[in-house]
């Protein structure tokens, strides 16, 4: 296997050992280790092609690798035994493929490489007047081919879309190893079906994506304005970000903490909180200050402004906080219609308590996406086992509100094999028959996303 | 055959003749003329479920229908002999199926039945003050049943994305004949892989939409201001186009027209034309009077603003007064990059000249999307078969540039088999392979959308 592949891709392109930073991804803090047989470091979307078609030939399965910052063990082969390829594991990390192909600031477009972060994508835009909205989190070491891999969201998708609507082109090797483009910098194309939305959000499983074109945006005139406000109560809360989504104003993004989010992460909070906070909401306007004062009038009484760089860090270190609480915790991205919010945080903390687990949620509110999370002690074996009977709880929950098991993270591992509790058998069957129809032998990432 | 269709729908819903109306689409201006054995009209999803259990299992093909304004012939049943379905053909219309389920205005969300105009959500949307800007033209025939299974575009796309962006869940009836639903008001959800994004754009080849939920968005807090702008050469006007893009205005839309479509629509033009026009820009701005005065200067001397209702009005009538010159045409909507479009539209004019026909084009210039198009005389054999080849060469001519054969049409009937030309072997074999994987009796709407 190793000289094979050394043949194709440089022989200090292939690691033999598979380090374990190689075969695990952030989903190691559920402690969720993978193996392969060989980790390759491809320079090339021909070099990835090569080594597809090697695998695909040999019955070696394939799992290909971004920046490693998923929460669902897409990234991490074989996790545990028996759902390896027949004949081993080959993880394909994209790193080397980490060019600039093109860039038009004034066509509003880029062509960039699987490996190319999400930061350098978003920093080259900002630098030309544009903008890359897609905003994930971990963006230094997320990779774009890994954010169309998952189709990935953050907080300003609620205004601007998720990962798919800024792709209009994808350069991917499918089995049984062959490069092929769909799509490209034309801005609108029907001609076949839509293979760059299936390739988006198939988490590696029906192909491995080497390059895409993305679309941007003129950088919007008036600076983003966060705004925020303490409520005492959960439903108060989830009433005030009605009366946002009736203000009129299309905020870049509406987020909530429930308080046990809040609880691990106040303290740290610009200026402080109410000593009642219970439940808090942020928005932010990039459309001027008009639309930021119907903003502070939505969300009522003790509504205030905050510095955007200020805030956005404290908020990007929500979840390191409430990790930090009990030292671990099993979170997850259940989403819901908007107007089941309330019940969706309630409902996390209900679960919890019926397990004796303390439970929290906080996310994206406009988009009905949240991070429910039960905190857990490292190593505790007898509370994660509760922890893992509350998340199926929890899909149940998210289900029964007319939502969705994942609405950002994706399956991968973790929530393999749950999708029928969320789809109607005909339609798992539909999700099936495409993963057969493209991957006939079943060698990209098996056993993640599965039905 | 129609006394089993009268047990599912009802006796006077099955048109045993297949009157005319029900067996060609606006492609009848190219004199496509289709046939089917019975037209049925079910008044629900389950109705359509039953009516497409029945032909699947009797080998009858199944021809969606919605307002029928397609251009590509894709709701013409059976044009040729031969092409329908072993056992003969069935329409299914969804007229019947126009039931707006349920409208949460304050949630930005509607949930429409197939047969739902796309005026009637436009109109519903603006009386609660929000938008639903996909505009693909015939809004009071075209369905949305429709505009989903084509993807449908139209001038507004190029700011607000085409149908896709809008639906967030589909309810569809699949082989062999059972009634799923994919997302839903989520607005977020990557459990399964894209349904709901593959079915957008299938053109009735994998299934029946049956009802859908739609996003919509607060209505913009200022007033849509067209502006335009003519110039004497492609050149000087696609500078403009550029020189928009390069203002850091997000404009709602930007079209152009030709010399060959302004000397045809030049006439009625609100306020006239300069003698010289050979090329004229139209965009609109809908965010606030500092974006239209960029907008004016962009696009420089002679630039002046106009009432959208009358603008609008004139643009809707640019493909009837392209017709009229000589009475007929052929016209095709392939799309390219952006900064190819001068030359996809001189291309245009080329191709016609070395056939002996006028062409001209027009279209949504900021999308790259021509509608470009060879005036014929009605009946003139001759001259439509030399229209034919050079449509053929303007196939060509796109993919050369880097882009589509189809823009927002869709492949339907008229552009069958000519995947090949843009798509590479391996990915024509995923679109193929993906239809039969959906559709393994390849029932539904036969030879539509082939690679």
Chains 1, 2 share one sequence.
């Not at 509790?421 to 539909?430: E, F, G, L, M, T």
Request: hydrophobic content about 45%.
């Amino acid at each position: 296997m190793h000289s094979d592949l050394a043949r194709i891709v440089g022989e200090q392109y292939v690691l033999k050992d598979a380090p374990a930073e190689w075969t695990q991804d952030a989903s190691i803090a559920m402690g969720l280790r993978g193996h392969a047989d060989a980790v390759v470091l491809p320079a090339t979307a021909d070099e990835v092609a090569s080594v597809v078609a090697w695998c695909y030939e040999r019955g070696v399965a394939i799992v290909p690798r971004g920046g490693g910052t998923g929460y669902s063990g897409g990234a991490t082969p074989a996790p545990v035994p028996g759902t390896a390829g027949p004949e081993g594991t080959v993880v394909v990390a994209l790193d080397r493929l980490d060019r600039i192909r093109s860039f038009d600031p004034g066509l509003w477009r880029i062509e960039v490489e699987a490996g190319v972060t999400t930061q350098t994508i978003a920093r080259r835009a900002r630098e030309n007047g544009l903008m890359f909205p897609v905003d994930p989190g971990a963006a230094e070491q997320s990779q774009i081919g890994g954010n169309i891999a998952t189709n990935a969201g953050g907080p300003h998708c609620f205004k601007y879309g998720v990962t798919r609507a800024w792709v209009t082109g994808v350069e991917a090797v499918l089995a049984p190893g062959e490069l092929v483009s769909v799509g490209g910098p034309t801005r609108k194309d029907v001609a076949g079906y839509d293979l760059v939305g299936l390739l988006t959000g198939s988490e590696g499983t029906l192909g491995i994506v080497t390059a895409a074109w993305l679309r941007l945006l003129p950088a919007p005139p008036h600076p983003a304005v966060p705004v925020a406000c303490a409520y005492p109560t959960v439903d108060a809360g989830c009433a005030a970000i009605e009366a946002v989504m009736a203000s009129g104003v299309v905020p870049a993004t509406i987020e909530y903490l429930d308080a046990g989010a809040l609880a691990a992460a106040a303290a740290s909070f610009p200026g402080g909180l109410p000593a009642d906070a219970q439940f808090l909401v942020v928005c932010e306007a990039d459309s001027g200050q008009a639309d930021v004062a119907e903003l502070l009038e939505a969300l009522g009484p003790g509504a205030r402004r905050h510095e955007p760089r200020e805030l956005w860090r404290w908020r990007d270190g929500v979840g390191i906080a409430v990790t930090a609480v009990q030292g671990g915790k099993l979170s997850e991205d259940i989403g819901v219609p908007l107007d089941r919010l309330a019940e969706g945080i309630t409902g996390t903390v209900e679960i919890g308590l019926r397990h004796g687990l303390d439970a929290c949620s906080w996310g994206h509110a406009g988009d009905g996406n949240l991070h429910s999370t039960f905190l857990l002690r490292p190593g505790d074996r007898e509370q994660l086992a509760k922890a893992e009977v509350a998340v199926e709880e929890l899909f149940d929950l998210a289900v029964s509100l007319g939502g969705t098991i994942s609405g950002e993270h994706g399956l991968g591992w973790l929530k393999r094999g749950q999708l029928h509790k969320q789809w109607a058998p005909a339609a798992v069957r539909a999700h099936r028959a495409v993963k057969d129809a493209l991957d006939p032998a079943g060698l990209f990432n098996p056993g993640k996303k599965t039905a």
